[in-house]
């Protein structure tokens, strides 16, 4: 087998600017927190647009609307309510300058954050994606914790994914 080079994608290029954000918090206990919240987020809806028939490119977008749905609530140390759609204005600022981006994907891909604390609300599928990820995250950081495993968007996540082991 030859030498596995890796292609660079987007999600290195967020990855680089998601470093750099974390990287400023003062707190390494938040810090340790916003890396496995944030990156575990990004794997999570990577999944769980993957399961629901999308493709590679798709789950990519939802990977990053992931990483950074929730940059503004670790910066301002609180979850403040305005934190979704504070973080979808700074994720539309970080990302365009890049132009790997159409302006399609910048509004999926900020759509997706400005909606995502709104749990209780059905919106639209990609939304839904990057909101199920979230609480995916919460639930698989400990699934003993019957806090997160509990709640209504887990309950369904266990089901469609045929895991409906307790
Ligand atoms: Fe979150």
Redesign the pocket.
């Known amino acids: 087998m030859g030498d596995f080079e890796r292609q660079y994608t987007r999600v290195d290029t967020v990855r680089d600017i998601l470093d750099k954000l974390i990287q400023a918090i003062p707190d390494p206990d938040r810090q340790r927190d916003a890396y496995v ?1 944030l990156y575990g ?1 990004g794997q999570a809806c990577a999944l769980i647009a993957l399961k629901r028939g999308h493709d590679g490119e798709y789950a990519e977008l939802a990977c990053i609307a992931g990483m950074l ?2 940059t503004a ?1 670790f910066e301002i140390s609180q979850d403040v309510p305005e934190h979704a759609k504070k973080g979808a204005l700074r994720a539309w600022r970080l990302l365009a300058p890049t132009n790997e981006f159409t302006e399609e994907e910048l509004t999926m891909i900020c759509t997706g954050i400005a909606n ?1 604390s709104d749990k209780e609300r059905k919106d639209d599928e990609f939304s839904e994606i990057v909101k199920d990820g ?1 609480a995916m ?2 639930w698989l950081r400990n699934p003993a914790e019957a806090y997160f495993s509990g709640k209504s968007r887990n309950v369904a996540l266990r089901e469609e994914f045929g895991l409906n082991l307790c």
């Open positions: 919240h987020v749905h929730d609530k995502h979230d995250q919460h």
